[in-house]
T-cell receptor, first 112, second 116 residues
Framework: DVKVTQSSRYLVKRTGEKVFLECVQDMDHENMFWYRQDPGLGLRLIYFSYDVKMKEKGDIPEGYSVSREKKERFSLILESASTNQTSMYLC???????????FGPGTRLTVL | AQKITQTQPGMFVQEKEAVTLDCTYDTSDPSYGLFWYKQPSSGEMIFLIYQGSYDQQNATEGRYSLNFQKARKSANLVISASQLGDSAMYFCAMREGPEGYQKVTFGTGTKLQVIP
């Protein structure tokens, strides 16, 4: 079974803190994604990566950065967390040419 | 314009009945794909079904079928014989570009509740 894991299910941070959300997949997938999910807005793509050290902006990259130093790990970084970044964050991965993306369980981040 | 529109924020269905969840899409790309994902209360997104724009037949996967009407730009999900475990959020999504291109746009979702 494909396994995508995220470092935390729930996270509470303060405004201005630097926040790291970690995602690890165990199926040697080339592609990895970070989404945020908000009620009434569905899922929106923040960043994605097609390979190690490669990244591309999604639809809402402002306020976020990413890092992919190893194939299995994709990190989302909030340089200075703000209250409007309170959300559910979902990581996904897929193999090149695949149809399906495999999702992790999500991290619910609250910024106070 | 919204690329994916799901007009039903919430729906109820009686157990064992069939239910249709609506999805319309907007694209000018001749090559695209349409997906449905399920998100139970646990939060994890589960892939259900896929339809490519060039596929001649409607996709089916067990109790799930995708009613693809290209001219109307609709890709409704039909769940037959609903079960209590079908209660979840359902998201329609679209890939624009050739198969294998991975950037996907999601709709806002429909919350389905199955009543015993």
């Amino acid at each position: 079974d494909v396994k995508v894991t995220q470092s935390s299910r729930y996270l509470v941070k303060r405004t201005g803190e630097k926040v790291f959300l970690e995602c690890v997949q165990d199926m040697d997938h080339e592609n990895m994604f970070w989404y945020r999910q908000d009620p009434g807005l569905g899922l929106r793509l923040i960043y994605f990566s097609y390979d190690v050290k490669m990244k591309e902006k999604g639809d809402i990259p402002e306020g976020y950065s990413v890092s992919r130093e190893k194939k299995e790990r994709f990190s989302l970084i909030l340089e200075s967390a703000s209250t409007n970044q309170t959300s559910m964050y979902l990581c996904a991965s897929s193999t090149r040419g695949a149809i399906e993306q495999f999702f992790g369980p999500g991290t619910r981040l609250t910024v106070l | 314009a919204q690329k994916i529109t799901q007009t039903q924020p919430g729906m109820f269905v009686q157990e064992k009945e069939a239910v249709t969840l609506d999805c319309t899409y907007d694209t000018s790309d001749p090559s695209y794909g349409l997906f449905w994902y399920k998100q139970p209360s646990s939060g994890e997104m589960i892939f259900l079904i896929y339809q490519g724009s060039y596929d001649q037949q409607n996709a089916t996967e067990g109790r799930y079928s995708l009613n693809f009407q290209k001219a109307r730009k609709s890709a409704n999900l039909v769940i037959s014989a609903s079960q209590l475990g079908d209660s979840a959020m359902y998201f329609c999504a679209m890939r624009e570009g050739p198969e294998g291109y991975q950037k996907v746009t999601f709709g806002t979702g429909t919350k389905l509740q199955v009543i015993p």
